[in-house]
């Protein structure tokens, strides 16, 4: 009797272990579907401080989190808050990607210099579509393997973000899109202007770029530009590397000989902004109640009425018009933060002032190949 009651106590404690370690390690397991690999580094281990993994799963353009629980978020993908851990929020768009898509390299060049150069944790928001999400996830996942470097990948659906931005998206496309219409189209170069709605609240500083760049440098030390902000800025911009503002604004520049607007830098001018890179000081733009009336029909249209805009470059032509008229909104940042590539303009009609433009003597820390221009590799 006593024998038996040894071995039933003995299969409890064993049952009981089972049942313990099946609970720690299935949500580890099951969060790689989407989340991606997380490293929670210079955070001690302990049960209290632990984070809890996340799952999450898309169904009808609604992301489930999955913890203990099932709780459905109509807002995308929740943010994970790290004790003690502080990240740097970088945002990409990656959508209308197929499997032979140039676009896919990009990306994979993109992510895979973030992660080369940084020393500090990286929360990477990748906006995709449902055919991008699974290219997107194969690319993080393999960049984070053969760099041993991990970040926190978090995965938002375009089509419920563009829900969010319809005002804003309804406002711009007149003015700043080549074909106004096509919706879809339209808020996929406007959702930067909306980052704000967008981001988890608890995003404070955030950066964005285009996938066809390529880091040389670190980015925490892109992110020391927001200690330069003054007290009013909003976003932080580099300069166009190109005269097509000079292009945009003929006709302003016509009636108004003497503007700087348009002109290039070496000459004193204002050349607009390239939005390959944006800096975004979340919590003000939370609270602009200014930056509010300025996204507005009445406000945008005034605006692109008084300098004859019409742009085609979504929200790089706002960010511009804004840079123009409200300069204390937007810090200007080091050209070397968005060296662009491409020489399109060079070859139409402005050879002549295009070096004016395309000079950039700092040290390149981000390369932009835009306009398909090939990136070096050295």
């Known amino acids: 009797m006593h024998v038996l009651r040894k071995v039933l106590v003995n299969l409890i404690v064993l049952a009981v272990l089972l049942v313990i370690l099946y609970c720690y390690q299935t949500p580890s397991n099951v969060s790689r579907w989407i989340v991606g690999q997380v490293e929670n580094r210079n955070v001690e281990k302990s049960t209290n401080d632990e984070f809890i993994s996340t799952t999450l799963k898309e169904t009808n353009d609604i992301f489930i989190n ?11 993908i929740i943010t994970n808050t790290y004790q003690n851990q502080l990240y740097y929020n970088v945002w990409c768009i990656f959508t209308k990607v197929g499997t032979n898509s140039p676009m896919r390299t990009k990306f994979h ?10 020393t ?17 996830d194969t690319i993080v996942q393999d960049v984070m393997s053969t760099t041993n470097k991990t970040m926190k990948v978090q995965y938002y659906n375009v089509h419920e973000q563009a829900r969010q931005l319809e005002d804003i998206v309804s406002v711009m496309s007149p003015h700043f899109s080549s074909k106004p219409g096509t919706y879809y189209s339209d808020a996929l170069f406007f959702l930067s202007l909306g980052l704000h709605r967008i981001a988890p609240p608890d995003q404070k500083l955030a950066a964005m ?18 200690d330069n902000f003054g007290k009013e800025a909003l976003f932080g911009l580099a300069p166009e590397l190109s005269p097509v503002y000079r292009h945009v604004l003929y006709l302003y520049r ?8 348009g002109e290039s830098p070496n000459m004193g001018g204002f050349p607009g902004f390239n939005s ?5 000081h979340l919590e003000r733009l939370r609270k602009s109640s200014l930056y509010e009336k300025i996204v507005t029909k009445d406000s945008v249209d005034a605006m692109t009425a008084k300098y004859h805009f019409k742009g085609h470059l979504g929200d790089q032509d706002f960010y511009t018009v804004l840079g123009m008229e409200r300069p204390e909104l937007i810090y200007t940042i080091d050209c070397g933060w968005n060296r662009q590539l491409c020489t399109w303009w060079r070859d139409r009609g402005y050879s002549d002032v ?3 433009y395309s000079l950039c003597n700092s040290e390149t820390k981000l390369w932009h190949g835009n306009c398909n221009t090939p990136i070096p590799d050295h």
Do not use: C, Q
């Open 354 to 356: 295009f070096n004016n």
């Open 254 to 261: 016509s009636r108004h000989p003497k503007t700087m607007f």
């Open 66 to 76: 999955i913890t203990s629980t099932t709780i459905t978020f109509p807002n995308a």
């Open 276 to 280: 390959g890179m944006v800096l975004f």
């Open 209 to 226: 770029f285009d996938a066809d760049t390529k880091f040389r440098k670190d980015i925490k030390e892109l992110f020391k530009e927001f």
């Open 109 to 118: 060049v993109f992510t895979k210099s973030l992660l080369a150069f940084a």
């Open 120 to 136: 500090v944790d990286i929360a990477f928001h990748v906006i995709i579509d449902d055919d991008s999400y699974t290219i997107a």
